[in-house]
């Protein structure tokens, strides 16, 4: 019998983010399973962007519109991937009717608030920890992610929620003989991502090539002439730049995991980046990569890498483990008496 899982996200399905990659991955795998999977996110509603940070939709939802959603769909599981206002409209809905769900925690948010808006993380800590208070289980991204939601106060179950790569387009296949070297970052443009340590980093010799697109962009590309901006790119197009890089370059501080950091790995480019939560939980230290607070020693440190165990290195990352993990923790949303009656199970629990 096919069951249905519905992923609440403020994401859309065409934004590109670690978010949106790891369900398109795990969807993947779901369906080989027999499993049906089904998205609740701001397409189905009149949405605007936030302001100043365009990666989160400020959803129009009323809790009558998903109520009716619900009742359509009927879903086995309810998985809520995100934070955001459409997140927050289906937790209080599935709470005011005692339906169970889980919830992930994907990114540092009150980290990248306090650096986006200068909000400090003592007001918006107690907020994430209010959201995810009545989840059945919490998925994170690493270990170390669920050591740190403990020690903010988080009290449920927390559950280290690894990520994959997709080996059919990120593999050392793509490398081909180049004229120049270059070392590479590839990320949202934007000002959390700690970019103009990439940017500034002075390595003659090598061109600085930048994937990505942003809010940042065009200021980016104004103050630092010297680096060669791409725009977003993705598929076959993205894993050539992987491959063809001396380096990939991670300068991020305030990440949970890094999917890009393995899609640079599966494609034998090793990474350089600080020693700091997400590169020391993805990077192998002198096998995939090399961390160090001077990131330009990390970079020449990469340079010594073996190409081939960089690649062999990745090879512990898959979204078959993943998608395992995601299944293994779902929990039944009908477990607890409901108040209406749209499940088909109501009598029984």
Same mark, same amino acid.
């Given at each position: 019998?096919?069951?249905?899982?519905?992923?609440?996200?403020?994401?859309?399905?065409?934004?590109?983010?670690?978010?949106?990659?790891?369900?398109?991955?795990?969807?993947?795998?779901?369906?080989?399973?027999? #499993?049906?999977?089904?998205?609740?996110?701001?397409?189905?509603?009149?949405?605007?962007?936030?302001?100043?940070?365009?990666?989160?939709?400020?959803?129009?939802?009323?809790?009558?519109?998903?109520?009716?959603?619900?009742?359509?769909?009927?879903?086995?599981?309810?998985?809520?991937?995100?934070?955001?206002?459409?997140?927050?409209?289906?937790?209080?809905? *599935?709470?005011?009717?005692? #339906?169970?769900?889980?919830?992930?925690?994907?990114?540092? !948010?009150?980290?990248?608030?306090?650096?986006?808006?200068?909000?400090?993380?003592?007001?918006?800590?107690?907020?994430?920890?209010?959201?995810?208070?009545?989840?059945?289980?919490?998925?994170?991204?690493?270990?170390?992610?669920?050591?740190?939601?403990?020690?903010?106060?988080?009290?449920?179950?927390?559950?280290?929620?690894?990520?994959?790569?997709?080996?059919?387009?990120?593999?050392?296949?793509?490398?081909?003989?180049?004229?120049?070297?270059?070392?590479?970052?590839?990320?949202?443009?934007?000002?959390?991502?700690?970019?103009?340590?990439?940017?500034?980093?002075?390595?003659?010799?090598?061109?600085?090539?930048?994937?990505?697109?942003?809010?940042?962009?065009?200021? #980016?590309?104004?103050?630092?002439?010297?680096?060669?901006?791409?725009?977003?790119?993705?598929?076959?197009?993205?894993?050539?730049?992987?491959?063809?890089?001396?380096? !990939?370059? !991670?300068?991020?501080?305030?990440?949970?995991?890094?999917?890009?950091?393995?899609?640079?790995?599966?494609?034998?480019?090793?990474?350089?980046?600080?020693?700091?939560?997400?590169?020391?939980?993805?990077?192998?230290?002198?096998?995939?990569?090399? *961390?160090?607070?001077?990131?330009?020693?990390?970079?020449?440190?990469?340079?010594?890498?073996?190409?081939?165990?960089?690649?062999?290195?990745?090879?512990?990352?898959?979204?078959?483990?993943?998608?395992?993990?995601?299944?293994?923790?779902?929990?039944?949303?009908?477990?607890?008496?409901?108040?209406?009656?749209?499940?088909?199970?109501?009598?029984?629990?």
């Amino acid at each position: 019998m096919t069951k249905t899982i519905l992923i609440v996200t403020d994401n859309l399905s065409e934004q590109i983010n670690g978010v949106v990659t790891t369900y398109k991955n795990i969807e993947i795998c779901a369906v080989r399973d027999n #499993y049906r999977v089904i998205y609740l996110d701001p397409g189905r509603f009149r949405y605007v962007d936030c302001p100043g940070y365009n990666e989160v939709k400020i959803t129009l939802a009323r809790q009558s519109t998903v109520g009716k959603i619900l009742e359509e769909i009927r879903p086995d599981h309810i998985h809520i991937a995100t934070e955001g206002p459409l997140g927050l409209c289906v937790r209080q809905y *599935l709470d005011q009717h005692n #339906y169970r769900y889980n919830t992930a925690y994907h990114t540092k !948010f009150p980290e990248g608030i306090r650096k986006l808006f200068g909000i400090p993380e003592v007001l918006t800590w107690p907020l994430v920890r209010w959201f995810h208070k009545h989840s059945g289980k919490v998925l994170t991204t690493t270990d170390s992610m669920v050591t740190e939601l403990k020690a903010h106060g988080f009290d449920g179950e927390i559950i280290s929620w690894t990520r994959g790569v997709d080996r059919d387009i990120f593999h050392p296949g793509h490398r081909v003989e180049t004229a120049s070297q270059y070392i590479l970052c590839v990320s949202r443009v934007s000002r959390e991502k700690n970019l103009e340590k990439f940017f500034e980093l002075d390595y003659p010799g090598y061109l600085k090539i930048m994937v990505g697109d942003g809010p940042m962009l065009e200021t #980016y590309q104004k103050q630092y002439t010297d680096v060669h901006f791409t725009g977003y790119k993705t598929g076959e197009d993205l894993a050539r730049y992987y491959a063809n890089a001396e380096v !990939f370059v !991670f300068p991020s501080e305030w990440e949970t995991f890094g999917i890009v950091m393995i899609e640079a790995m599966a494609c034998g480019t090793p990474v350089a980046a600080y020693p700091v939560q997400g590169p020391l939980d993805v990077v192998d230290e002198g096998i995939t990569g090399c *961390l160090n607070v001077d990131l330009k020693q990390a970079v020449t440190d990469c340079l010594f890498l073996n190409r081939t165990q960089v690649w062999e290195g990745s090879r512990r990352w898959s979204w078959e483990r993943a998608w395992a993990i995601f299944r293994d923790n779902l929990v039944d949303c009908s477990a607890i008496q409901p108040t209406n009656n749209w499940s088909t199970n109501s009598n029984n629990s």
